[in-house]
């Protein structure tokens, strides 16, 4: 059964709710696979999860060069 638009509409989760929520299992995994200590109430503040963040950073950007360096070598 179809729901109604309006019902649709409220039960969608905003962007910046969903960052969270993917921030919040990320960590979690991070934590889990790293033996850290998982503390959801300080995931943003805590030295851990600012290593963390750099780490994946880095990664990112290193995907973009590493793409980037396969694209102009094809061309």
């Known amino acids: 059964m ?3 638009a309006y019902i649709t509409k409220t039960l969608k989760m905003k962007p910046e709710v969903t960052k969270v929520f ?3 299992d990320a960590w979690l995994d991070h934590c889990r696979f790293n033996l ?3 503390r959801p109430s300080d995931m943003y503040r ?3 999860y600012r290593n963390f963040q750099r780490e994946q950073e880095y990664l990112e950007r290193k995907a ?3 793409a980037r360096a396969r ?3 094809n061309e």
């Open 46 to 48: 805590s030295f851990d």
């Open 22 to 24: 993917d921030d919040l």
């Open 71 to 73: 694209q102009e070598g």
């Open 36 to 38: 850290l200590p998982f």
């Open 2 to 4: 179809a729901q109604p």
């Open 64 to 66: 973009r060069r590493e």
